[in-house]
């Protein structure tokens, strides 16, 4: 695509340098290990292909959640989003989840969507744990503002970590914000947030050789539960 740099400047919006999240690795239930790293937009491409199968797939407001992350991803890959990031977790190279958020301002992050494409292993929980570790810890805000579309998504945030229900709209729109903050996230880290750094060179290595996506009949597998059907 020819690219007018003139025009895009103004169109871009400004981005501040951010923080880098330090890749960990977790051990799963079933005693995998999935290493949480940082992508940037180079892999967007690769993370597109792992999201379309979510986009038809009416459970659980996968489609919702899918249709809307695969857009973020393609306005962060074209600078059409201000401050976003991503994170993904990998077992022996081939995602499983990811979570995407962004600075809203030095203080406050705007969390956006996590899709875990693995499910019964806790994927989503974890990654959506080194989203708000890398929110209060490594960005250094004050608070992050979460909304959740899925009963599961509410369960998982707003229940396990007692979010502060607000008044505030979130972009996403729905209902209004939930809120966490450094005091809520330090109360809940030694529960909810887990992993050891660094991440073994071998493994690391091989998340970061290639992202793998699995097959579009697999994702519907992993999630819907298609075997033997």
Known sequence: MAVDMEL??????PECPQAHYPAKVITLANSKRMVVREVTRDDVPTLLKAVHPTLFIDKDYYNVVGARIYSE???WQYYRVQNEFCLV???????????????????TGMSLHTLAIDRGLRVGAHLFAAKMEH???YLGQDEVLIVAESPIGFRRWMIEYGLE?????HELGGAPSYRLTRELYFASKARL??????V??????????EIVVADEAMIREKIVGLRGR
């Open 165 to 169: 229900p607000t008044t505030i709209p």
């Open 135 to 137: 929110h209060i810890e």
């Open 200 to 209: 073994p060179e071998e493994l690391m290595a091989l998340a970061e050789k």
């Open 89 to 107: 977790g990998q077992i022996d190279g081939i995602m499983v989840g990811m979570v995407n958020s962004r600075m809203y301002t030095a203080e």
């Open 73 to 75: 991803l393609l306005a």
């Open 193 to 198: 947030v887990v992993g050891d750094r660094p």
């Open 8 to 13: 895009e400047a103004v169109l871009r919006p």
